[in-house]
């Protein structure tokens, strides 16, 4: 089977995931997508290695070309099975990712959350403190992505502190208020805690 993945003008992630969507697809064949800068032909060809796929790459007017073989193992590795996310709990401090600007940090978060909605398994839990849980509240950017982590499994926790300092508890629209015990027990409980 051979599919082909159009990601000319996608912005970071969707060529990774449209490429990763395309991938779960077949069982056997080629996947080549098309994508118009370095950056996402790098991006594509590692999502592909990290599976443990041949990978060729050909410019064409500008174009990468970035070629999936899927089925033959790269060296005749076979992957081992990954620990489950389900053992995973990422904290969020604030409303926005990275250090710097504001305006990019919030770019970033909105990448960050469609992301995490595209990858499985999920987290079992995401907790919210200080500024972040903003994005658990009415004006959200990120509701959506965060509603559809919750109805997949996932455990939404908000400080309620936080909630109280910010004036926002009544704005909660996802997920539950908690409190700093609860919070401790669930980072502690977990194989693995990401702190964003």
């Known amino acids: 089977m051979r599919l082909k993945v159009d990601a000319r003008g996608m912005q970071c992630p969707m060529p990774v995931i449209e490429t990763k969507k395309a991938i779960e697809k077949v069982d056997e064949g080629t996947i080549t997508t098309i994508v118009d800068n370095q950056v996402a032909k790098e991006n594509v060809s590692k999502l592909a290695k990290s599976l443990s796929y041949n990978v060729d790459i050909e410019e064409v007017n500008g174009d ?62 995401i907790l919210f403190v200080n500024s972040a849980v903003k994005l658990t509240t009415e004006g959200s950017e990120v509701i959506e992505h965060i509603r559809k982590l919750e109805s997949e499994g996932v455990e939404i926790l908000s400080c309620g502190t936080c909630l109280d300092y910010f004036n926002i508890k009544d704005k909660l629209i996802v997920g539950g208020v908690s409190n700093m015990y609860t919070i401790v027990e669930k980072m502690n409980e977990a194989k693995n805690t990401i702190r964003l």
């Open 64 to 125: 990468y070309y970035v070629n999936i073989s899927k089925g033959i193992l790269e060296n005749d590795f076979i992957p081992e099975n990954r620990p489950s996310n389900r053992d995973l709990v990422i904290l969020l401090g604030k409303d926005s990712m990275g250090e710097g600007s504001d305006e990019l940090g919030k770019v970033l978060i909105k990448g960050y959350f469609y992301t995490l909605t595209e990858s499985k398994p999920f987290p079992k839990a």
